[in-house]
């Protein structure tokens, strides 16, 4: 049978060409990246926790009216999505200081912010995704004063439900990281979330010890797996004895 045709592959995922028009499979690697975002370790089995962390994620935004691109798991490290046209912008939503916010103010990591805080990063590897006002966003065509604002308006959303969601399986959401995009129906076009949300895009501490449960652990003490299944485990999605282990990759035909 004849592998489907690859459309685009980043630091941790691949996109192929969906079954039927206007979709996509998205499927989960195990490369973890660094700061810089290039790729430095593979970790065993990280892609099928992200894959159904993230498919947990998503269906309860749906479920809420959220809009999302999530249609369906296809197996351990794929999922059925919508095809969109992504905006290059990294929207971060930060609750507490911590990582380059920190750095750049001289704030203590660990404290609460006076109020979430919306930031803008312009996705572009090359140049480290730098971070932009909405100005920039505007002046260089990114995206529109209205997008900025729906996608301002579903950021908060979001960051509404995992706060609560991690709270109430005693894990702070310290901040996370969403991409959008646009989806066009016929001649509608909305703003949906896209890409994924799980461990590889939030930072996520323990309530009690503020023991790192995201990939920055990784940084310091290279727990990242014990971190990720600890998150499913807690989320309910993942069994007290179960073991997570790599099947390689798997590709819908």
Same mark, same amino acid.
């Given at each position: 049978?004849?592998?489907?045709? *690859? ?12 079954? &039927? ?41 749906? !479920? ?13 490290? &794929? ?10 912008? &990294? ?7 911590? /990582?380059?916010?920190?750095? *750049?103010?001289?704030?203590? &990591? ?5 109020? %979430?805080? #919306? ?24 995206? %529109? ?5 729906? #996608? ?17 399986? /005693? ?18 076009? *909305? ?17 009690? %010890? ?11 003490? /290279?727990?990242?797996? !014990? ?19 790599? %099947? /390689? ?5």
């Amino acid at each position: 049978m004849n592998r489907r045709r *690859r459309i685009y592959e980043g630091n941790a995922k691949i996109l192929y060409e969906g079954p &039927e028009p206007g979709t996509l499979i998205q499927h989960f690697k195990d490369d973890a990246s660094g700061e810089n975002k290039r790729r430095n370790e593979v970790v065993d089995g990280k892609g099928v926790l992200n894959n159904r962390i993230s498919e947990y994620i998503f269906n309860n935004l749906n !479920a809420m009216g959220i809009p999302t691109h999530f249609i369906r798991t296809l197996n351990m490290r &794929e999922q059925l999505i919508r095809e969109v046209e992504i905006i290059p912008l &990294e929207v971060v939503v930060r609750n507490v200081a911590a /990582g380059s916010l920190a750095k *750049r103010l001289g704030i203590e &990591e660990g404290t609460p912010l006076p109020r %979430s805080i #919306i930031e803008f990063y312009y996705k572009n590897n090359e140049l480290g995704d730098p971070m932009v006002s909405e100005e920039h966003v505007t002046a260089f065509g990114w995206a %529109s004063p209205q997008e900025i604002d729906d #996608i301002m308006s579903l950021a908060i959303r979001v960051n509404d439900f995992l706060s609560g969601l991690f709270l109430g399986v /005693g894990i702070r959401l310290i901040d996370f990281r969403l991409e959008c995009g646009r989806l066009y129906e016929n001649e509608m076009m *909305r703003i949906i979330i896209a890409d994924e949300i799980s461990p590889d895009s939030c930072r996520l501490w323990d309530l009690t %010890s503020s023991e790192k449960f995201s990939k920055d652990a990784s940084r310091e003490n /290279g727990r990242v797996l !014990a971190g990720y299944q600890e998150v499913a485990r807690r989320l309910g999605i993942l069994n007290t004895n179960e073991r997570i282990v790599s %099947s /390689g990759p798997t590709l819908v035909q």
